[in-house]
């Protein structure tokens, strides 16, 4: 039985891959192309992208891999049970910010809501002019979908770490630790069958710090809290996505929200003030 | 779908707090990351590329990024006598990380693919000690696969690759100024 682990760099982070298995190395080839494809379909700071494209088309329905239907439906859906704490449509305000980059095209509104996706089968639509932005859901998708190509090639166990929205699967435990502020990690737990994701809330007026460039808004009466937020799901998508849930809630909510959509909050991430 | 708290805990199982400063893994050996990035090459011809100050001075002002050091090794995949394209190694040093890298470049400069060997993460300037540069040295993936010990499962922020990114520029460039053939 071979087992097999590498890393390449994808996602705008460091990837790691590892399987077990008769055919580890071709699993691993498949597990790297899905993670290449995600990326392809959903970066935003790529302007060929579809995501790019769909933020572009200027209202107009355009023909999408159905793997970026399935995305934005379950996105808009997380928008809606959450309250508009999750929210993948602040991409006008993040590019003000100056946060990603600008492609061109007509002045966004810096935040919109669920109903300004729309999906058909194979196409998707913005109803207003909104930026949406995947990057943390798109990364855990991705790390989803690779898992699923994993299986697919034969691999019988193993993981996958998309700069922290890592997922388990198979008869294996993966010890993962929390990288702290201060550098120090703090051991989570052994990770089985599961997900767990994290984002990081800078202090205000902290200076940026261009190795960790992950960015988060929320809505303006839910501003995220400065801490490290991380939660465990089953699927990665899904943990990568409540990290924002559980920066932006009230902290009497907090917990019990991540849980009424599918996720355990791990630690509390909030800095003491 | 919601779950109960307690059905969590068959998923994120209680780990006693191991002492683990250093995460660091070793991928792959140069002979291997070269096997993989050309599978088709049959030999590697090694050579050292040596630059001077004003060439170093012109891959910065073509790369955008400096060039650390003097020289650079750079190896030819060959089958048959004919190139099928090239290979280097390069190391990033930054603040939070010290990666070495592979990267396999066509003859006419794309980018073939791009492998990290080794991977060390941690904080303040352990990655700059001299105890941090016995990577790759003849390991096998067999030899430091164990999952308990040193490996990166690491959640928390998110790091950049970007210095990898960086470099990988870098060596388009070294390729266009002094491999590529007029």
Not at chain 1, 80 to 95: D, H, I, K, P
Not at chain 1, 188 to 212: C, K
Not at chain 2, 97 to 116: C, H, K, N, R
Request: with cysteine.
């Amino acid at each position: 039985m071979h087992e097999l682990r590498r890393m390449r760099p994808l996602l705008g982070t460091f990837v790691e891959v590892g399987a077990r298995g008769p055919n580890a190395a071709q699993a691993l080839d498949a597990a790297f192309a899905c993670i290449a494809a995600a990326q392809d379909r959903w970066s935003f700071q790529d302007a060929g992208s579809e995501l790019s494209r769909l933020n572009a088309a200027g209202g107009e329905p355009l023909a999408v891999h159905p793997a970026t239907v399935r995305l934005l439906r379950l996105a808009a859906a997380l928008m809606r049970r959450s309250g508009g704490l999750f929210n993948c449509t602040v991409g006008g305000a993040l590019v003000q910010q100056g946060v990603l980059p600008d492609h061109g095209g007509p002045p966004a509104l810096p935040r919109g809501c669920a109903e300004d996706i729309e999906t058909g089968r194979r196409w998707a639509r913005l109803g207003r002019p909104v930026r949406v932005t995947l990057d943390g859901i798109a990364k855990g998708m991705a790390v989803d979908e690779a898992v699923v190509a994993l299986r697919q090639s034969g691999a019988t166990a193993g993981w996958i770490n998309a700069g922290g929205d890592l997922r388990v699967f198979g008869d294996m435990v993966l010890p993962v630790h929390r990288r702290e502020d201060d550098g120090h990690m703090t051991p989570l737990g052994a990770l089985r069958d599961a997900a767990v994701a994290s984002s990081r809330v800078p202090s205000p007026g902290e200076a940026s710090d261009p190795a960790f460039p992950g960015c988060l808004i929320g809505p303006p009466e839910h501003p995220p809290r400065p801490g490290i937020w991380t939660v465990l799901a089953r699927t990665a998508w899904r943990a990568d996505a409540l990290t924002k849930v559980a920066a932006c809630a009230a902290p009497a909510d907090r917990e019990a929200l991540v849980a009424s959509l599918g996720g355990r909050l791990l630690m509390q991430g909030e800095h003491a003030t | 779908m919601a779950r109960s708290s307690h059905d969590w805990c068959l998923f994120l199982l209680p780990m006693a707090a191991v002492a683990s400063p250093v995460h660091a893994s070793d991928y792959l050996t140069v002979p291997q990351a070269q096997v993989l990035l050309f599978p088709a090459a049959k030999s590697f011809a090694e050579q050292t590329l040596k630059f001077d100050d004003a060439q170093r001075d012109r891959i910065k002002a073509a790369a955008g990024v400096r060039q650390r050091t003097g020289e650079q090794k750079v190896w030819r995949a060959e089958r048959d006598g004919q190139s099928l394209g090239w290979f280097m190694v390069d190391e990033v040093i930054g603040k939070h990380e010290f990666i070495t890298y592979a990267v396999a470049i066509s003859p006419d400069g794309q980018v073939l693919g791009v492998e990290i060997l080794s991977y060390r993460e941690t904080h303040g300037g352990q990655v700059r000690d001299a105890a941090w540069r016995r990577h790759f040295t003849g390991k096998t993936l067999a030899d430091h696969f164990k999952l308990d010990d040193d490996v990166p499962n690491i959640s928390g922020a998110t790091l950049s690759c970007r210095n990898v990114m960086d470099g990988v520029k870098r060596l388009l460039v070294v390729h266009k100024l002094f491999l590529a053939k007029a």
